[in-house]
């Protein structure tokens, strides 16, 4: 039986050429299998043009319960939905037909990866750090995307069959592309990797670990968010994240960017203090209207769980930061012994009292030793 779309309200406001789209794309949707409730909350929430490439991005038709896939799959409904919430996902109603054959592929595909050794709490914690990743690269991909795609003078209906289309033809290869970046990301981290005689001896890897941090932020950006634009500003926080990215290069690892801030990490402290004082100098370069960076470096014992890093150096690197002056590069004493003399130069800036940390930090600001300096 056909819709009477007027009479459920998802014509109204519309008239001549825009109501004529609608109504061409709530056809074409309906006769796709889309349901009346499903089309009415994408209309309320403006996303008619977008429904179809969600059903690609799914992997088809919803066509199991939750405890359909947990039979099918022989994982426990309980693990199930605990990995779910941590992938972001809703945990649906037990009767809802909700699931596509493609949650049912990764839901087999995590079995294995139990049947290889994988702990629960191993899989929901990798899960866990991939969803919070994967947000940040499905964001890039919806901007993007719309971008790319949108035209002007665009209708409903002629976005949404181009929307459609372009995610058939795209989708496919996204996958290998992320598979291939995952590669070389664990490569990374396997070069850098040791298994010392005491780990072998327990069976276990060590807690924490010896290493340096950096912390460098944007002077003046919460000023320049007053005078500017949010595009603009924008534009300058990532311009930052490229910068950061172009300095760190292995050993050094850029762990992570927080608008105007970035983190570094790596248990060379001297490839680590040449990429911090490259990034102080890169902004320069960047000409007056970039804001200068100061940079906090810090060396010491940290644990480093799911991607990030948590001990006394990672808050010491950012407490070092924040005293740090524009266009400089503020150490702690760990970090000039182990980096050295042979290429650096140092400056005595005194012993503070770092707020939230015990005892008074030696600090020092720390230079490139050019030739032609004056000892």
């Known amino acids: 039986m056909a819709i009477d779309f007027e009479k459920e309200g998802l014509l109204e406001g519309l008239d001549g050429p825009a109501r004529e789209a609608r109504l061409k794309l709530l056809e074409g949707l309906a006769s796709d299998g889309f ?73 087999e595909r995590v079995r294995a990866l139990r049947e290889a050794g994988l702990s629960e709490e191993a899989i929901v914690e990798i899960g866990r750090v991939m969803s919070r990743g994967m947000f940040a690269v499905a964001s890039a991909i919806r901007r993007v995307f719309a971008e790319t795609y949108l035209r002007a003078g665009d209708d409903e209906q002629s976005l949404a069959l181009r929307y459609a289309e372009a995610s058939r033809e795209l989708t496919p290869l996204l996958g290998p592309v992320l598979e291939h970046i995952l590669g070389v990301q664990q490569r990374s981290l396997i070069r850098q990797a040791a298994v010392d005689s005491a780990a072998l001896a327990s069976g276990r890897l060590p807690q924490g670990q010896e290493t340096s941090f950096c912390f460098a932020d944007l002077v003046g950006f919460t000023k320049l968010g007053e005078n500017v634009d949010s ?28 608008g105007d801030a970035a983190m570094l990490e790596s248990a060379d402290t001297e490839a680590l203090l040449d990429a911090a ?15 200068q960076i100061r940079a906090g470096v810090a060396r010491g014992e940290a644990l480093e769980r ?31 012994e182990a980096a050295g003399d042979d290429a650096y130069r140092y400056s005595f800036a005194g012993k503070r009292r770092i707020k939230g940390l015990h005892g008074e930090v030696e600090l020092h600001r720390v230079r490139r030793d050019e030739p032609g300096d004056e000892t």
Not at 307 to 334: E, Q
């Open 35 to 107: 349901d009346l409730d499903e089309l009415k909350r994408a209309a309320g929430e403006g996303r008619l043009a977008f429904v179809a490439v969600e059903r690609v991005l799914a992997g088809g038709d919803d066509c199991y319960t939750p405890g359909e896939i947990a039979e099918r799959s022989g994982l426990e409904q309980d693990f199930l939905e605990h990995l779910w919430r941590a992938l972001g996902m809703a945990v649906r109603d037990p009767s809802e037909t909700a699931f596509t054959q493609a949650d049912l592929e990764a839901a």
């Open 231 to 258: 595009a603009a500003l924008g534009g300058v926080a990532e311009r930052l994240e490229e910068i950061a990215v172009e300095v760190a290069d292995p050993p050094v690892r850029l762990i992570k960017t927080i």
């Open 277 to 291: 004082l490259t990034l102080v100098s890169r902004a320069e370069e960047e000409g007056e209207d970039f804001p």
């Open 306 to 336: 799911s991607g990030d890093w948590f001990g006394r150096p990672v808050n010491l690197a950012s407490r070092i930061t924040d005293i740090a002056r524009p266009g400089t590069v503020l150490a702690d004493a760990p970090t000039k």
